[in-house]
């Protein structure tokens, strides 16, 4: 089995930052991709960002600019900064494996509001 642990959300103001990280644990190696995943209120669950093995990255339209993802082989961890962040970002972020049909994790709630 695979665990997935996210950590890092919270309250932010409009234009401020905040790093998301994921830890994987269980039956898990660095060689499948991973990701960060978000579901506002009303909305289906969207893609924010992919990361391969080699470090080949993937982006929502949306993020493009303002969000870097990046991982941690040897740890198996996975990360995502977010900067200038909008009140469209709130939302509870999910980390992903692709191992398998996929794994997630229990979700992170993220806030952007004054």
């Known amino acids: 089995q695979v665990q997935l642990v996210e950590s890092g959300g919270g309250l932010v103001q409009p234009g401020g930052s905040l790093t998301l990280s994921c830890a994987a644990s269980?039956?898990?190696?660095?060689?499948?991709?991973m990701g960060w995943y978000r579901q506002a209120p009303g909305k289906q669950r969207e893609l924010v960002a992919t990361?391969?093995?080699?470090?080949?990255?993937n982006y929502a339209d949306s993020v493009k600019g303002r969000f870097t993802i990046s991982r941690d082989n040897a740890k198996i961890t996975v990360t995502l900064q977010m900067n200038t962040l909008l009140p469209e970002d709130t939302a509870v972020y999910y980390c992903?494996?692709?191992?398998?049909?996929?794994?997630w994790g229990q979700g992170t709630q993220v806030t952007v509001s004054s």
């Open positions: 992903w494996c692709g191992r398998d049909s996929g794994y």
């Open positions: 269980g039956r898990i190696s660095g060689f499948y991709t």
């Open positions: 990361i391969s093995r080699f470090g080949t990255t």
